[in-house]
């Protein structure tokens, strides 16, 4: 285990606002805005000459391999040559279906270089799902591998397959052995350059709360995605980097994949199940000293308990989360049991992070809170009309366009997008700021709870519950109610030890009662196994009001 990095002088989060330039960000890049750029060559070749590491890979039974940046140039130099013989061109998309295996980033280097654009598609996916954002992308080519091949087989006008193939599968025909074709291909290929607007990755929404919508992202969305490693993850040249979200998502792909690879530091993919013991024996193992992810997976982590954490407590500097708020319990917990700052970040899809606690950057961290602007942002609090809020006054948080240099999303892809208007981004979160300049999560607009006039964030509720010892997981929504408009009503899922009973249900109201207050507890509590959730962690809320 290497042990946490040499600590290091953080840049003040306000000399960071004040002294944020887009071409300080664009000079970090190794190709130029008006001469073009190419995406493998900011992630892969520009760091090639001095052996260092690009990606430590665990398989499920904890087989072990590093593959150098000049090992993934020369890969990604195969692919392409394969990508360009099997008719792809500048510009055409490649879906990757596929597990996280060194392939897998072969791949998406490899696309990259024949200034083509990636598309992820989950491995948890099924064909429905897959056609819908095949039909989004018009992808050219897919590169899938044998446990995934037969989803593909329900596909209308499933566009062209190569297959890594698994020791002793035969191929279908009409397929590429993938394994075969970068075999026969040669390990050069000059990366295609590209103009900054032009895309280099297709992603979709997760679609909580309608179908996935096409998200491109072109290449100077580069810069906001190096800056929110260095400024908010505080990626260091001597930590070890473990982002366990899947690359079949955007937190994973953006800043598990792309950004680590970005600044020259070796990403990991860890390729089975996550489990805590899992967890635990791979920040041991790798010394990972820097971590992100989902607070689904953090809550996994306490739900094993202190004893299983004890071999990590000390090894960790920093840990990232995002992709639901962060329960003011799990930054206790982290804190008591892990030694290690857990901070909240805040973004979308749409536009990557844009609101975090920042590691990389001093400022008062208040519990609870989404954090501050990324510098490079301009972030507004929008009423009803329009009107920008104040501090304590509910409202959607938006990004001002014209003053948010890294915003890359200009409107989903081929329709139309209400949410771009009057020179905002309006996100569909509904928020507030606080007298220090922090922004407080309330909850999606449509999630807010409105009861005898009073207006509840569930993330509120969430959070007092999870704090009760019996709680493992919640999620809480309104339901309509004549008297009081709605009642808040909780979905529990209970740690292991405790069951199910009026007593306990009582015993929970009681709780954020005191916890929280009285107009705010729920009146109704349902007890689950599990909760509904996207393949990428985030709770379907809209789920939850059909039961």
Known sequence: MTGRPVSATPQSYGAARVNFAIQTERARL??????????CIECCDRYADDDRTALIWVSAIGQQEDYSFAQMRDLSARVANMLVASGVRPGDCVAGLL????????????????????????????????????????????????????????????????TVLAPGDTLRDGDLDFRAELDARSAVFEPVLRNPDDLFLMMSTSGTTGPAKGVGVPLRGLLAIGAYMRGAVDLRPQDRFWNIADPGWAYGLYYGITGPLLLGHATTLYDGGFTAEVAYEVIDRLGITNLAGAPTAYRLLIAAGPEA??????????????????????????????????????????????????????????????????????????????????????????????NSPLLWFDGYWQQETPAIAGGYYRTGDTVEWESDGSISFIGRADDVITSSGYRIGPFDVESALVEHPAVMETAVIGVP???????????????????????????????????????????????????????????????????
């Open 481 to 547: 109610d004549p008297e009081r408009t709605e009642l808040v009503k909780a979905f529990i899922v209970l740690n292991q030890g405790y069951e199910a009973s009026p007593d306990l249900a009582e015993d929970l109201k009681r709780h954020v009662k005191g916890r929280l207050s009285a107009h705010a507890y729920p009146r109704l509590v349902v007890f689950v196994t599990e909760l509904p959730k996207t393949p990428s962690g985030k709770i379907q809320r809209f789920i939850l009001r059909t039961l």
């Open 99 to 162: 597990p996280r295996i060194p392939e897998l980033l072969a791949t998406i280097l490899g696309v990259w270089r024949a200034g083509a654009v990636y598309q992820p598609l989950f491995t948890a996916f099924g064909p429905k799902a897959i056609q819908h954002r095949l039909s989004i992308s018009s992808a050219t080519l897919i590169v899938t591998d044998s446990a995934n091949r037969s989803k593909l087989d329900e596909i209308a006008d499933c566009p062209s397959i190569a």
């Open 30 to 39: 190794s190709g130029s805005v008006e001469a073009g750029f190419n995406a």
């Open 309 to 402: 954490a004890a071999r990590a407590k000390g090894s960790l500097r920093v840990v990232s989360s995002a992709g639901e708020p962060l329960n003011p319990e799990v930054i206790r917990w982290f804190d008591r049991h892990l030694a290690v700052p857990i901070h909240d970040h805040y973004g979308q899809t749409e536009m990557g992070m844009v609101v975090n606690n920042h590691h990389g950057l001093t400022h008062r961290i208040r519990i609870g809170s989404a954090g501050l602007p990324m510098p490079g942002y301009r972030i507004a609090v929008l009423d009803e009309t329009g009107r920008e809020l104040g501090p304590n006054q509910p409202g959607e948080l938006a990004i001002d366009i014209a």
